[in-house]
Each structure stands twice: as structure tokens, then as C-alpha cells.
């Protein structure tokens, strides 16, 4: 799956100025750090009432954020957790760790580039 972080777009379909998106989403990535240190946190072993409590909250963070690469992720991850698979949630975690860094240097570039 291949993806772009087309941050002017996301400010437009969320009718927001350039300045409230890089504010949002400066925020957005501060709390996904968090989330996915609670969500390696009960991994080992797996806790899968929190496991689908944190990835339900990230599947919910990323879609209000209008970041599907990474809601659709965690969507994934979320029925991974329903069926108890750890193994497919593991592989999905790696990719879900991808895309969250390919999120992290779009955004810095695009933060850069648009200082306020």
C-alpha cells in the first residue's frame, strides 16, 4: 500500500488554515508516539482487551485526522486483536511502524516548508 501525506489537502477537507493544521497535527503526532508506546506495552504478553481499546482509540485519532493510511492500519490491527492473532498483529504492527514514519518525515517536511 503506498501512500501520500498531501497536508494541504487534509487542511482544505478539514476547512482549517495552514497554521491550525500544522498545530493539529504537531499534536496528532506527539499523542501517536504515546499511543504506540502503550500499545507495545501490552504486547508482551498480549493484553487484548487494551490491545483493542488503544488501537480502536488510534483507528479513531488517525480517521479524524483525515490520515487514512494509518486508520486503515489500525483497522487492520484492531481485527488482528479480535481473532487473538498475535503473529498477524506483530506483521501488522511492523507495517503500521512504516507508515507512521513515512507520516513522521512527510510532516517535517511539510512543517519546514510552512513555518508560521
Request: one cysteine or more.
Amino acid at each position: 500500500m503506498t501512500e501520500s501525506f498531501d497536508f494541504k489537502s487534509i487542511a482544505d477537507e478539514m476547512g482549517l488554515e495552514e497554521e491550525d493544521i500544522l498545530h493539529l497535527m504537531t499534536l496528532y503526532r506527539t499523542e501517536l508516539a504515546g499511543d504506540l508506546g502503550r500499545l507495545t506495552d501490552a504486547l508482551d504478553p498480549p493484553q487484548w482487551p487494551p490491545l483493542k481499546e488503544q488501537l480502536h482509540k488510534m483507528k479513531g485519532d488517525a480517521a479524524n485526522m483525515c490520515l487514512p493510511t494509518l486508520s486503515d492500519r489500525c483497522a487492520a490491527m484492531e481485527k488482528a486483536v479480535l481473532g487473538q492473532d498475535a503473529p498477524a498483529l506483530l506483521q501488522l504492527l511492523v507495517d503500521f511502524r512504516q507508515a507512521a514514519a513515512r507520516f513522521e518525515e512527510a510532516f517535517g517536511a511539510y512543517a519546514a516548508a510552512n513555518k508560521p
